[in-house]
């Protein structure tokens, strides 16, 4: 929801986001129609995936280069338009007086009034070029809201209808990565078109009494042999003190295991478990993965865990519905998904 509190909480509640610093910025069309842009996948090559603006895209990305003449201590460095959604790098250069938060609300009032008069002309992608239909747009809003009044003119459809997404990066050395991040959206849209089956949410996935939602490669489980992955704790304390060779042992044996055929079961939690999927990743060897929470709606697996879906490697199962403020997993939920681990692990042996 536009007004939902939730997108607020990255920092403690009251503070203002006025310092020196960069934010990743995502505007989105919540109906996911495609008025932006259209993916084109020549060749039906993921990798070679692009987004051809339309219209409306063209004038969100304008109107995005135009933040810095409002908000000068603002530089727009990096920006990635999709067919329903825009993703944006703002680096705030100095501070500011009224907080970023004020910043992104003014662009997206003014992309507001672009969806407004957009929705109401209907324009075709035949229309002339997106100057000239800017200036037509900015037009109609002043017309429809001089001549219609507040009340009907705010009733017309805006588009844009949920304030943008701020995420604040703390340190630099983040913007690599959600550089990659953002410019790697066209080809995975393209993998989930080209790939439908492994990026759909399926659900009533019924295991040793349990009923999951997925999302991957269902016949995984159908592979025969299974191992869970849980690291106990006495293993690691064992390597604090300096006997590790319990704990080294336990990890490559988990490897090799995978390497003769055997489809691994976890929630992957502790350091030394994650390492071990890591291997699984880099040598594409399939697994099975719990998930501390559902699955929203366009749900899709991050970097390299949405390569292993596509190549049909992984399967992500969860137990429970998507939540939105869940932001930290429980001891509870540890131990309750590394025994869906072994339940499963148990079960599809059979």
Not at 100 to 106: D, H, L, N, T, Y
Not at 138 to 157: C, I, K, N, V
Not at 199 to 210: D, L, N, W, Y
Not at 289 to 300: H, I, P, S, T, V
Request: proline fraction near 7%.
């Amino acid at each position: 929801m536009a007004n939902d509190p939730d997108k607020w909480h990255w920092q403690e509640r009251g503070t203002a986001w006025k310092g020196v610093g960069l934010y990743h910025i995502t505007l989105t069309i919540p109906s996911r129609q495609p008025l932006l842009g259209t993916l084109v996948i020549p060749e039906n090559d993921p990798k070679s995936a692009k987004v051809e603006a339309r219209p409306l895209g063209r004038i969100l990305v304008n109107t995005l280069w135009e933040v810095p003449k409002y908000h000068p201590e603002i530089q727009v460095i990096h920006y990635c338009l999709m067919p329903d959604h825009l993703h944006a790098v703002w680096y705030v250069r100095q501070e500011m007086s009224r907080g970023i938060k004020s910043a992104v609300q003014g662009f997206w009032q003014g992309v507001k009034k672009f969806g407004r008069a957009y929705s109401f002309l209907a324009p075709t992608d035949s229309r002339e070029n997106y100057q000239k239909l800017q200036k037509q747009l900015t037009e109609t809003a002043a017309f429809l809201r001089g001549h219609l009044g507040d009340r009907p003119y705010y009733q017309l459809d805006p588009v844009f209808t949920e304030m943008p997404f701020i995420r604040p990066m703390g340190q630099r050395r983040q913007l690599p990565a959600t550089i990659r991040y953002i410019d790697m959206n066209p080809q995975r849209l393209a993998t989930k078109h080209l790939k439908p089956g492994f990026f759909r949410v399926q659900t009533g996935i019924e295991i040793a009494g349990r009923t999951y939602s997925g999302v991957g490669n269902v016949s995984l489980l159908q592979a025969g042999h299974f191992a869970p992955v849980h690291v106990r704790r006495t293993m690691v304390e064992a390597a604090e003190r300096g006997d590790n060779q319990q704990l080294r042992d336990y990890m490559n044996g988990c490897v090799v295991t995978a390497r003769n055929g055997t489809v691994m079961v976890s929630p992957f939690i502790s350091p030394q478990e994650r390492q071990v999927m890591e291997v699984l990743l880099k040598e594409k060897l399939p697994f099975i993965y719990l998930a501390d929470n559902g699955f929203r709606e366009y749900y899709k697996p991050q970097d390299n865990l949405f390569d292993a879906c596509a190549a049909g490697e992984l399967l992500i199962l969860s137990p429970w519905e998507y939540d939105a403020s869940k932001r930290h997993i429980s001891r509870n939920d540890c131990v309750m998904l590394n025994n869906m681990a072994a339940e499963i692990a148990n079960e599809c042996k059979k």
